[in-house]
């Protein structure tokens, strides 16, 4: 209790000192709303191994099991909502304190307490939409479970007749190079990165604590396990993250007051 005590301390001064912070998020920063991780004993990979991209686009077979997995996360992304940490990661967008966040997540979690998309950059796409992968047409996910439902089949973009996939990027789907360029550039601007709730092990997205760390900023790392960086980094917390960002609050509005 008193190292965790302490490692708060360190985080409140390092959280005060900073002019630019940069908030990077991973699967864990959502399990306190019910949005299991991937890589944790419960996670989605113990019971559902990821189809890749080439794979969804190998055949209609192959598309409507993804889609069927999708729908089953996305049942519980639906009746998620944001939490305590999320509301956080808003206020120090809100007051100036962090430049972005930069998130791994889906779930569109982050779009809350007043938060829009210039301050959240999605590197792994949005989970609650889907487009054609032809023409790029936004299409519901209520008509894409209409569609399945009557055809069995998969959908095909209303537009062009094009694939259509959830607005997601999938393991060897190629990134989106908008996102990748703000997140570099939100990266470059930083003075304090703080990592949470990722085991930081997907590439590129990972790159970006290093990248921060070796321009000068200070890394902090907060994850229930340790991860890969941890070496890199000023401070590792492994805890909750609710309950470490709820004793930051409470320290940084007891010094501020
Ligand atoms: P990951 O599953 O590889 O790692 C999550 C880490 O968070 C684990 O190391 C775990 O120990 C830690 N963790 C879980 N709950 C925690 C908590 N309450 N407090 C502190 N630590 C906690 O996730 P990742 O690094 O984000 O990479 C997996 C990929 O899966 C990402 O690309 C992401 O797109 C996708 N994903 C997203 C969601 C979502 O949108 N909520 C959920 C599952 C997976």
Redesign the pocket.
């Known amino acids: 209790m008193r190292k965790l005590d302490h490692q708060i301390d360190e985080l409140a001064g390092l959280v005060q000192r900073a002019e630019r912070m940069t908030i990077f998020t ?7 709303c019910g ?6 004993p419960d ?2 990979w113990t019971k559902h191994r990821p189809i890749e991209f080439g794979e969804f686009l190998s055949s209609e077979e192959t598309r409507l099991d993804a889609w069927r997995r999708f729908f089953r996360i996305h049942e519980l ?1 639906q009746n998620s909502r944001p939490g305590r940490a999320h509301m956080l990661a808003a206020e120090w967008i809100r007051e100036g304190r962090a430049n972005a966040i930069i998130t ?4 569109g ?1 982050h779009f809350c307490n007043g938060i829009t998309p210039d301050s959240v950059i999605e590197l ?1 796409g949005n ?1 609650t939409y889907a487009t054609c992968l032809e023409c790029g047409e936004r299409h519901e996910l209520e008509w894409v479970a209409a569609v399945i439902e009557l055809s069995k089949r998969p959908p095909a973009c209303q537009t062009c007749g094009g694939i259509v996939k959830s607005a ?1 990027i999938s393991f060897g789907q190629p990134m989106p190079e908008n996102e990748l360029a703000r997140a570099r550039s939100a990266t470059l601007d930083s003075d304090l990165f703080l990592a ?7 590439y590129p ?1 990972a790159g970006f604590p290093v990248m921060a760390k070796q321009n000068g900023a200070k890394l902090v790392i ?4 340790p ?1 890969g960086l941890d070496g890199l980094a000023d401070l590792v917390i492994n ?4 309950e470490t960002l709820a004793a930051l609050q409470q320290k940084l509005s007891r010094r501020i007051s």
């Open positions: 991973g699967a864990g920063f959502s399990t306190e949005i299991p991780d991937f890589r944790s996670g989605f992304v791994q997540n889906i779930d979690l792994h989970g997601t949470m709730g990722s085991s930081l092990q997907v997205a907060v994850n229930r396990e991860t805890q909750e993250i609710g």
